[in-house]
């Protein structure tokens, strides 16, 4: 089974706007924790546009994105949600809310046009967001002393994404490791200073 040790979200709103034969399309992408948030969200746009016609929108939950829900919020069945869904696919997004709300101007898109409207509405708002690289890892605490320390931490310089050193009478280190590092992170450490040093994992 390969361990995956990152995926991708966003960490801040972003909104674009899109105009099609007099329909004004408006996208909203949030990054989310849960269902429980996207739906707040979903309430508050509702709120926020209670004059537009539609709000379709899409998640997905979870580093695989295996929890998911899109929706067409009346919208001929597959024109609009799935089409959004799609886009964070695409770019390969998690952990994120898209909502696109559309204000009808009179004109009839048709099933192909409301595929590419929404479509279009949902890429060009991901295209402008920053895609942030999040890191799974497990935390493990080190205790050395200082005759110990420049092994230790060259060791956590290959094999951690991040650590914390607080230097007392001795030294207490937190290390981030990938998920896919973590067996035999400890025992490889104990080995490498002689069973001085152990690794304990606290989360």
Same mark, same amino acid.
């Given at each position: 089974?390969?361990? &995956?040790?990152?995926?991708?979200?966003?960490?801040?709103?972003?909104?674009?706007?899109?105009?099609?034969?007099?329909?004004?399309?408006?996208?909203?992408?949030? /990054?989310?924790?849960?269902?429980?948030? *996207?739906?707040? =969200?979903?309430?508050?746009?509702? &709120?926020?546009?209670?004059?537009?016609?539609?709000?379709?929108?899409?998640?997905? =939950?979870?580093?695989?994105?295996?929890?998911?829900?899109?929706?067409?919020? !009346?919208? /001929?069945?597959?024109? *609009?949600?799935? /089409?959004?869904?799609?886009?964070? &696919?695409?770019?390969?997004?998690?952990?994120?809310?898209?909502?696109?709300?559309?204000?009808?101007?009179?004109?009839?898109? !048709?099933?192909?046009?409301?595929?590419?409207?929404?479509?279009?509405?949902?890429?060009?708002?991901?295209?402008?967001?920053?895609?942030?690289?999040?890191?799974?890892?497990?935390?493990?605490? =080190?205790?050395?002393?200082?005759?110990?320390?420049? =092994?230790?931490?060259?060791?956590?310089?290959?094999?951690?994404?991040?650590?914390?050193?607080?230097?007392?009478?001795?030294?207490?280190?937190?290390?981030?490791?990938?998920?896919?590092?973590?067996? !035999?992170?400890?025992?490889?450490?104990?080995?490498?200073?002689?069973?001085?040093?152990?690794?304990?994992?606290?989360?």
């Amino acid at each position: 089974m390969i361990i &995956s040790d990152y995926y991708y979200t966003i960490n801040e709103t972003y909104i674009a706007e899109l105009k099609i034969k007099s329909s004004i399309f408006i996208a909203n992408a949030y /990054p989310i924790k849960n269902s429980v948030e *996207a739906t707040e =969200i979903l309430k508050s746009i509702r &709120s926020k546009h209670y004059d537009a016609n539609h709000h379709c929108f899409a998640y997905k =939950i979870n580093f695989d994105g295996s929890e998911f829900r899109y929706s067409d919020d !009346g919208e /001929p069945s597959g024109t *609009a949600g799935k /089409p959004i869904y799609f886009m964070l &696919s695409k770019y390969e997004l998690t952990q994120i809310l898209l909502v696109v709300t559309r204000y009808f101007g009179g004109t009839k898109l !048709g099933v192909g046009g409301l595929v590419r409207a929404y479509s279009d509405t949902a890429e060009l708002v991901l295209s402008q967001a920053e895609r942030v690289k999040i890191f799974r890892t497990n935390t493990f605490k =080190i205790i050395c002393t200082y005759n110990d320390i420049n =092994i230790v931490k060259k060791y956590l310089s290959k094999e951690s994404v991040e650590f914390e050193e607080n230097y007392s009478d001795i030294i207490s280190i937190n290390a981030k490791v990938l998920l896919s590092k973590t067996n !035999g992170f400890s025992e490889n450490l104990y080995n490498l200073t002689n069973g001085r040093v152990e690794a304990i994992l606290i989360e």
